[in-house]
T-cell receptor
Framework: AQSVTQPDIHITVSEGASLELRCNYS??????LFWYVQSPGQGLQLLLK??????LVQGIKGFEAEFKRSQSSFNLRKPSVHWSDAAEYFC????????????FGTGTRLQVTL | NAGVMQNPRHLVRRRGQEARLRCSPM?????VYWYRQLPEEGLKFMVY????????ESGMPKERFSAEFPKEGPSILRIQQVVRGDSAAYFC?????????????FGPGTRLTVT
């Protein structure tokens, strides 16, 4: 079955520190991959996406993600975290070339300490 | 270009009542998806619709839930005879369609509380 796994439920980092959120997928073929951010009580905002090509993807708000086929991973990174980055982060996948349903991971809640 | 709009943002219903959630996709988008987020969980797919057609309803509970996307007007997710377990955030997403564009844009959600 297709699935997306985010192993870390909760992560705390200090403001200014670097961040890496993990995401692994299990699909028959490499899916399209997305990272979304959700602030409390809000909807989801797309941070970045990977369809093909360059495995290092740049997104909004200074985030980037690296696709690693050998590890079935699509980890999200940020060199220096800001207090406003505190939110819930969701990794999601979509079967390639289809207008189909997104499969989401369970999310990682990021807390930023000052 | 307005984003995906959902209303109401918050909805309180007593057990046994009906809940109607509305979603207006982004302008020019003809595909609508509904997802449900239970407390402390990720989003789960419910249903995928195009205008006047249900494309995939594999995530919809078999009873009490229905969805439509009429030719005119918003998409509606309808929950009949609500129970406490229906309390959740319901998100709508829209997608333009056509090759090369697979991004789904999410609305702010409707938070349903069943008392």
């Amino acid at each position: 079955a297709q699935s997306v796994t985010q192993p870390d439920i909760h992560i705390t980092v200090s403001e200014g520190a670097s961040l890496e959120l993990r995401c692994n997928y299990s699909y028959g073929a490499t899916p399209y991959l997305f990272w979304y951010v959700q602030s409390p009580g809000q909807g989801l905002q797309l941070l970045l996406k990977y369809f093909s090509g360059d495995t290092l993807v740049q997104g909004i708000k200074g985030f980037e993600a690296e696709f690693k086929r050998s590890q079935s991973s699509f980890n999200l990174r940020k060199p220096s975290v800001h207090w406003s980055d505190a939110a819930e982060y969701f990794c999601a996948a979509l079967p390639t070339g289809t207008a189909s349903k997104l499969t989401f991971g369970t999310g990682t809640r990021l807390q930023v300490t000052l | 270009n307005a984003g995906v709009m959902q209303n109401p943002r918050h909805l309180v219903r007593r057990r046994g009542q009906e809940a109607r959630l509305r979603c207006s996709p982004m302008k020019g988008h003809s595909h609508v998806y509904w997802y449900r987020q239970l407390p402390e969980e990720g989003l789960k797919f419910m249903v995928y619709l195009q205008k006047e057609n249900i494309i995939d309803e594999s995530g919809m509970p078999k009873e009490r839930f229905s969805a439509e996307f009429p030719k005119e007007g918003p998409s509606i997710l309808r929950i009949q005879q609500v129970v406490r377990g229906d309390s959740a955030a319901y998100f709508c997403a829209s997608f333009k369609g056509g090759t090369g564009s697979y991004e789904q844009y999410f609305g702010p959600g409707t938070r349903l509380t069943v008392t």
